[in-house]
Every structure is written in structure tokens, then in C-alpha cells.
């Protein structure tokens, strides 16, 4: 197998993997914010090992960048509270939509935190992409009604959607020169650290099974994906990477059919073609800076 069939096959494998951390917000039967603690606990555990086995190095090379990390920690922290709490709000289909609004979130977000781009304000067509995510949104929500349980869950995927933005361009302007295995493991080790203050299941009162899915999420759905997109990416262009990323929702979808018989109905569907659609023609766009 070339180089490059390789990568895309791990970068697939990847993705699946993303798309499956979904379900655990369904299998395990803790609260988002729990889930999370323990999750990135293992993550970043594993991630640690991973990479004293590769005998890289640790430490990260200035005092500077130590603050960064603390801030990417908390922002991917709070982006998968949000995640999962979407998901289990307004179950694994809906949220992962709701999420997918990042592409057309980020368009919007990075000329603002990066001026040097010389792009101050969104094009006509950004706008118009925009526009047409409200209406997936809209055919989404059941009602609008923040007290309706789904509506909640979309709103709160948009949220996370907004803190993966706002990681992923502070991450490119200001962590890139790490590779992913590396930065992953200080981002997983804060997220951790401030997020075990407020954990609602003690330790000892978490469930074998529980434990089980925990371990499986942390290492197989969170260790292992990072670990092969930063692979895959040696022999593919980040373009490749992003567009492929938006198979995600679908590869969730399917899993969350097959294994929670989680079924949606034809708005939903609409819906999710609209936003997918969407993400997909701006990360094509700004991949070939139109």
C-alpha cells in the first residue's frame, strides 16, 4: 500500500472514530461534564505513554507556551461538556449536526482573532452559507422553546461548535508547531485538571461498565484518532483532512441508527444536508482562498 492510501485510510479510520465519541454520550451513564473528566483523564494518560514509548520529547519549550496550553485546555474542555451534553439533549444525530456548524462559525470567527489574514469582514458569500445553516438549524429545532429538551441540545451544540472554533484558530496561530499527540496531551491534561473540581460521581462510585466504555472512549475514540490524523496528515493536505472530516455526521448517524436505533425524521434529514452541505463548500472555499 502507498504512502498515500495509507493516510487515507487512517485518515477514514480517524474520522469513524470521531464520529463514534458520539455514542458515549448515550452508553455511559454519567453526566456530560463527568464523562468528560474521566475521559480525558485516560487521554491524556495514554497520550503520555504513547509518546515516552516514541521517546519524544515532554515539555513544551517555553514558559509562553505553557499559558497557551492552559488556554487551549480550557476551551477544549468546555467545547466537550457542550459536546456531549448536546448529544445527550437532543440525541447523536441532531447534536452532531448542531456541531458541524464550526466550518461556518469559523469563517466568521478567525478574522477577528487573526487580522493579519487582511480579511475584516465576511464575503457575500459567507453570508449567504450562514444563512443557509439557520435554516438546517431551524428545520432542526421542534420548537423554539430553550424549555424543549432537543432545542436545548441544538443550541448547546452550536455552543460547542463555537469553543472548537475559537480552539481550532488560537491552536493554528499559536500551538501548530507541536505535533498533535503532543499538544492533545497538555489540552486533555488541563481540560482534566479544571474539570474534576465540579465532577458529580465520585471515583469510586463509577460503575465496572461505566469504567469499561471510559476506558474504551478515552483510549480506542480519543487517543488513537488524534494519533492517526496527526499520521495521516505527513502525506495529506489539510484540505483532504477537512473535507473529509465533514463524513463525520454521517458516519455518527449510521452508528447511532445500528447501534441505539436512534432513527430521525425527513426534516432532520433535510436539515443535516443543509448544514453538512454547508461545512463541506466552506472548508472546499477558504481551502482554495475564494
Not at 51 to 60: A, E, F, S, V
Request: glycine fraction near 8%; charged fraction near 10%.
Amino acid at each position: 500500500m502507498k504512502a498515500q492510501q495509507q493516510s487515507l485510510l487512517f485518515l477514514h479510520c480517524s474520522v469513524l472514530l470521531f464520529g463514534g465519541t458520539a455514542l458515549f454520550s448515550k452508553l455511559i451513564g454519567l453526566p456530560a461534564l463527568d464523562i468528560t473528566v474521566y475521559r480525558t483523564g485516560v487521554a491524556a494518560i495514554v497520550l503520555f505513554i504513547l509518546l515516552t514509548i516514541q521517546k519524544k520529547k515532554i515539555t513544551l519549550a517555553s514558559a509562553k507556551d505553557y499559558g497557551i496550553a492552559a488556554l487551549l485546555g480550557v476551551v477544549v474542555g468546555i467545547h466537550w461538556v457542550t459536546y456531549f451534553a448536546s448529544m445527550q439533549m437532543a440525541g447523536v444525530t441532531i447534536g452532531i449536526i448542531a456541531f458541524f456548524t464550526y466550518p461556518v462559525i469559523t469563517v466568521f470567527l478567525e478574522p477577528l482573532l487573526n487580522r493579519s489574514t487582511g480579511k475584516s469582514k465576511p464575503q457575500v458569500k459567507d453570508v449567504a452559507i450562514a444563512f443557509l445553516v439557520l435554516i438546517g438549524i431551524f428545520l432542526l429545532i421542534p420548537e423554539v422553546n430553550l424549555g424543549n429538551q432537543v432545542t436545548l441540545g441544538i443550541a448547546t451544540g452550536v455552543i460547542s461548535a463555537f469553543f472548537f472554533a475559537l480552539r481550532n484558530i488560537l491552536h493554528k496561530n499559536y500551538f501548530s508547531h507541536y505535533s498533535g499527540p503532543h499538544a492533545m496531551l497538555y489540552q486533555t491534561l488541563v481540560a482534566f485538571l479544571m474539570l474534576g473540581l465540579f465532577v458529580e460521581v465520585p471515583l469510586a462510585q463509577v460503575t465496572n461498565r461505566d469504567w469499561s466504555l471510559i476506558l474504551l472512549v478515552g483510549v480506542v475514540f480519543t487517543a488513537t484518532p488524534h494519533a492517526l490524523l496527526a499520521s495521516s496528515l505527513r502525506h495529506l493536505s489539510a484540505t483532504t483532512a477537512g473535507l473529509i472530516s465533514c463524513l463525520q455526521p454521517l458516519y455518527a448517524s449510521v452508528l447511532a441508527f445500528l447501534l441505539l436505533s436512534e432513527r430521525v425524521n425527513v426534516l432532520t434529514i433535510i436539515g443535516g444536508l443543509l448544514v453538512i452541505s454547508a461545512a463541506l463548500f466552506e472548508t472546499w472555499s477558504v481551502s482554495k482562498g475564494r
